[in-house]
């Protein structure tokens, strides 16, 4: 008898991880000197514009939806990130190809000048029973993907003074949290260096989910004991069209996004001119 045919693998999830600090100036010998931009500069090139830029610039070539977050500074972990994103492309050869125009060069480049990137990946899929390792991103449930514009995003960092001892973070660190929280419809998590980022995508309001989401973390019991630094409901914002004047957006510290895009309104058909054929 012939065995049963393999069930299709889903296309890989379009979804970037990215995970980063500000820029640092550096000496000939790479060895850093001090950042190269105030927090609060910072700040401002990605209200201004770093933030509302990236949907104007992208969304056109295939992003369908972005959910930046600024963490707060804590004093006690002062190398956590400053910044941490999920940016959604309709497929990752949309996102290849935006890459290879203008628009995206100029948008790749743009980087460079606010961040040192701690994390710029795909998340692979992960199901229980699979290894994880530090610096790579997964993904899952295995088989389901949702359009993460629709219901609420969450999304928490937990940090570690020391960070745990394991081989296999996803089963240690990560599924216990996540597994006190329902529904889920789909989650991308990343951790190295004692910090654990989550996403999640849920049909439930923020207000039906935020008790229960923080009871998970405490029944956890991760070891170490890891310090909640924020956990945020993504909040919905709007930026308008990049021809349109504007003064950026309202982007508070320990804060997630939900950034929209508004293309721009198509000008009327112009009316018929006069027939010059027609008599006057």
């Known amino acids: 008898m012939a065995a049963s045919p393999e069930p299709p693998q889903p296309e890989a999830l379009a979804v970037r991880v990215w995970i980063a600090r500000r820029r640092q100036n550096r000496d000939a010998l790479d060895n850093i000197t001090g950042p190269a931009l105030s927090r609060e500069a910072f700040l401002t090139a990605l209200r201004q514009t770093f933030v509302p830029a990236t949907p104007q610039l992208m969304a056109p070539l295939g992003l369908l939806a972005y959910f930046p977050t600024l963490p707060p500074v804590v004093d006690a972990y002062p190398d956590l990130p400053e910044e941490t994103a999920l940016v959604f492309y309709s497929s990752r050869d949309a996102y290849d190809i935006a890459r290879r125009t203008p628009s995206g060069r100029l948008y790749a480049a743009s980087h460079g000048l606010y961040f040192d990137a701690l994390a710029a990946r795909w998340p692979e899929r992960w199901q229980p029973g699979d290894a994880s390792v530090p610096g790579q991103a997964y993904c899952g449930p295995a088989h389901r993907d949702g359009d993460w514009n ?68 405490r029944d956890a019991r991760l070891p170490g004991a890891p310090d909640t630094i924020y956990l945020h409901a993504a909040r919905d914002v709007t930026v308008a069209a990049l021809t349109e004047p504007g003064s950026g957006l309202d982007f508070h510290e320990d804060e997630t996004l939900h950034v929209c895009y508004r293309p721009p309104i198509a000008p009327p058909p112009a009316s018929p001119g006069p027939d010059a054929s027609a008599p006057p």
Not at 173 to 178: D, G, I, Q
Not at 182 to 203: E, K, M
């Open 150 to 217: 629709e219901g609420q995003v969450w999304t928490f960092m937990l940090a570690w003074q020391d960070a745990p001892v394991t081989d296999s973070w996803m089963r240690d660190l990560c599924a216990p949290c996540l597994a006190g929280i329902a529904p889920i419809r789909q989650w991308v998590a990343h951790y190295t260096d004692g910090c654990l980022v989550v996403w999640f995508h849920s049909p439930q309001p923020a207000t039906a989910q935020a008790l229960q989401i923080r009871q998970a973390l």
